[in-house]
């Protein structure tokens, strides 16, 4: 349940605020679990990206692969088929980042308790 919590969390800042809030996915991934908060952002932001990139693919395809063009004609480094793996690379990055702030507010909100070491 986190994980849709997580994703549409993203897709709705991601739709309504623009593409920069899409981090707030991924420091609400990092905060809603204890452990690997980093690659629960990553992997949430990212797929949010990936699936809004794949829908303009399916619904646009004609003008998203001329942009995909002009984008890769303006770096001159990259062929056109990689940009959308580069969208998707970018997002991962934007989730990882919001989920190392994510677990980190967390912990620095509600401490982990140290183990109680047995008599």
């Given at each position: 349940m986190r994980w849709l919590f997580s994703i549409a969390v993203t897709a709705a800042c991601h739709l309504l605020l623009g593409w920069a809030w899409g981090v707030a996915g991924g420091i609400l991934a990092g905060w809603l679990w204890t452990t690997g908060g980093w690659w629960r952002g990553a992997v949430v932001v990212g797929s949010v990206w990936a699936g809004l990139t794949s829908y303009t693919v399916a619904v646009a395809t004609g003008p998203a692969m001329e942009l995909h063009r002009i984008l890769a004609g303006v770096s001159g480094l990259v062929p056109s088929f990689a940009v959308p793996l580069i969208i998707v690379a970018v997002g991962f990055l934007i989730?990882?980042?919001?989920?190392?702030?994510?677990?980190?507010?967390?912990?620095?909100?509600?401490?982990?308790a140290a183990p109680t070491a047995a008599a």
């Open positions: 989730g990882l980042s919001g989920g190392l702030v994510g677990s980190g507010l967390r912990k620095l909100v509600r401490p982990v």
